[in-house]
């Protein structure tokens, strides 16, 4: 708990989901937070007022703000920050490269003047992978060359860049690559998650709709255990320069999925089947995270039925404000 006491911590994009669940972890240790967001997809009402946390409405690849962000000379930046999603990506791939691509070389520049400690970026390992990986994914894998999404390009490109800084001497990174987060702080919406989305179709005793057969594997990752897989990446040693795969730790299917959250919401309306869609060609996801047990000590305790029913009531406690803020 004293890791981080005292230290000075900027986390880009940490009104979002799994920004604002680690706000309160670094909080809770007793970190200096700076939090630098545009609210594009994050909310001020998901941090609560602290006088160790200060807040910039602003973006990455803007000069202005990121002045105002890295005036304190963090010693070590989280970026969350990006354009979420497939989907999004296919919609605005303009808006894609601009964020996901120019937002993090500006930040890891302005990281670079600051004399940052370490810079952990937040990559996918959905998408470097690519959908042809074989499996069990590992770190050691050379990333795909043939994306279905700009998205997965420029999770990619971050990495890239990530790399670059690293051996130069410029900045020490570490990249590490998430997998199918869940939990409280993500609002639903056409360009969300399953997980979200599915709660909000239920708790309005609606159909839940399957994208394929339902036998799509995915591991989840609740966001408690991701934060804490964070939380040891920005103090730990000698992982300087690498990969490290953050995932729930255990493969569950699509039709699990739907059962757990119709029960857990006494959803009575089932599912329907639609068809895959074209981008989304990653059928199973089986992911060894034996790396980040051995060298950051990272275990996911949080199975996906708990996880599951703690988020059920997030979204009852917050019920009024997701209905205002859903965007579909």
């Known amino acids: 708990m004293s890791d981080y006491t005292g230290k000075r911590v900027l986390v880009t994009g940490g009104a979002g989901a799994i920004g604002s669940n680690l706000v309160r972890a670094l909080l809770a240790r007793g970190a200096l937070v ?3 967001d545009n609210l594009s997809a994050g909310h001020l009402w998901a941090l ?26 963090p010693e070590i930046v989280v970026h969350l920050a990006a354009l979420y999603g497939n989907l999004n990506s296919l919609l605005r791939p303009e808006t894609d490269l601009h964020t996901n691509g120019l937002g993090v070389l500006r930040t890891l520049q302005y990281a670079a003047r600051a004399g940052v400690q370490r810079f952990l970026f937040a990559s996918s390992g959905c998408s470097v992978y690519g959908p042809d990986a074989p499996q069990p994914l590992h770190e050691d894998q050379p990333p795909a060359m043939h994306y279905d999404s700009p ?16 051996h130069r001497g410029l900045v020490p ?5 998430f997998f199918s987060s ?21 708790l309005r005793k609606e159909p ?7 036998s799509e594997t995915r591991s989840f990752t609740f966001v408690s255990d991701l934060v804490e897989g964070i939380l040891a990446a920005g103090v730990a040693e000698g992982i300087d320069g690498e990969a490290v795969n953050l995932a729930g730790g255990q493969e569950r299917t699509i039709n699990e999925l739907a059962r757990i959250v119709n029960e857990a919401t006494d959803n009575p309306a089932g599912v329907v089947y639609a068809d895959r869609r074209p981008w989304d060609r990653i059928t199973t996801q089986a992911v060894s995270i034996q790396k980040a047990r051995d060298r950051l000590g990272y275990a996911p305790t949080t199975t996906l ?16 404000r997701i209905q205002e803020e859903a965007r579909w």
């Not at 990174?173 to 690559?177: C, F, I, N, S």
């Open 34 to 36: 700076m939090v630098l």
């Open 48 to 73: 609560e007022h602290h006088e160790r946390l200060a807040m910039i409405t602003g973006n990455v690849t803007n000069d202005g703000d990121l002045e105002a962000a890295f005036r304190e000379r």
């Open 173 to 177: 990174t570490v990249r590490l690559r």
């Open 208 to 214: 839940l709709t399957i994208t394929g057969t339902g």
């Open 151 to 166: 998205y997965q390009i420029t999770k990619l490109l971050g990495e890239l860049y990530c790399n670059h800084f690293h």
């Open 182 to 202: 869940f939990g409280p702080g993500e609002v639903p919406g056409k360009l969300r998650g399953v997980v979200p989305n599915f709660l909000w179709r239920a």
């Open 305 to 320: 039925e708990d996880g599951i029913e703690k988020t059920v009531a997030w979204f009852r406690t917050h019920w009024d």
